[in-house]
T-cell receptor, first 109, second 113 residues
Framework: EDKVVQSPLSLVVHEGDTVTLNCSYEVTNFRSLLWYKQEKKAPTFLFMLTSSGIEKKSGRLSSILDKKELFSILNITATQTGDSAIYLCAVCGSEKLVFGKGMKLTVNP | DVKVTQSSRYLVKRTGEKVFLECVQDMDHENMFWYRQDPGLGLRLIYFSYDVKMKEKGDIPEGYSVSREKKERFSLILESASTNQTSMYLC????????????FGAGTRLSVL
């Protein structure tokens, strides 16, 4: 059975801290791994990773995939209160996405 | 911009009622999905559809059905709502050649009393 595990499930940090979110997976016919950010409503797309070892970057956020060890990390540097959200990791297998349980990040001023 | 619209943000229903959750997308996407999201459980796939009149069961289809009569609209139906179906329901869509970058609606928070 396909599985995506995120850790930690919740984290509280102070503004300016750096955080690392982990996502490990077991999926048949791996196609891609995705990160989403969910604030009060719809999840919004952050990154899609398909190749091992290539970092994707957007501002203070970056992500990398290790297809050999079957995991990905999402880094957020110099966190801000606006980074407070649930971060979802999902892996695309044959025909659908399998989501992890999500990681709740709280950034305090 | 892709727009996925869910008809209600909040809905309160009674046990045993028939409930319709509607989702409309404006990007001519072939694939549409219904998820529920619960604390500690994440997003779980209920049903999805590749095309008009086609449907596939997801991971937790029990107690639900769907309807896709038009390409842009995908409805989730709770035939007889129960309290354990209280949840956040999210609709998503993608073009036919990919299932990965999904565009989500704002969600419907359903409470069944």
């Amino acid at each position: 059975e396909d599985k995506v595990v995120q850790s930690p499930l919740s984290l509280v940090v102070h503004e300016g801290d750096t955080v690392t979110l982990n996502c490990s997976y077991e999926v048949t016919n791996f196609r891609s791994l995705l990160w989403y950010k969910q604030e009060k409503k719809a999840p919004t797309f952050l990154f899609m990773l398909t190749s091992s070892g290539i970092e994707k970057k957007s501002g203070r956020l970056s992500s990398i995939l290790d297809k050999k060890e079957l995991f990905s990390i999402l880094n957020i540097t110099a966190t801000q209160t606006g980074d407070s959200a649930i971060y979802l990791c999902a892996v695309c297998g044959s025909e659908k996405l399998v989501f992890g349980k999500g990681m709740k990040l709280t950034v305090n001023p | 911009d892709v727009k996925v619209t869910q008809s209600s943000r909040y809905l309160v229903k009674r046990t045993g009622e028939k409930v319709f959750l509607e989702c409309v997308q404006d990007m001519d996407h072939e694939n549409m999905f219904w998820y529920r999201q619960d604390p500690g459980l994440g997003l779980r796939l209920i049903y999805f559809s590749y095309d008009v009149k086609m449907k596939e069961k997801g991971d937790i289809p029990e107690g639900y059905s769907v309807s896709r009569e038009k390409k842009e609209r995908f409805s989730l139906i709770l035939e007889s709502a129960s309290t354990n179906q209280t949840s956040m329901y999210l609709c998503a869509s993608t073009p036919h050649d990919r299932a990965d970058i999904q565009y989500f609606g704002a969600g419907t928070r359903l409470s069944v009393l």
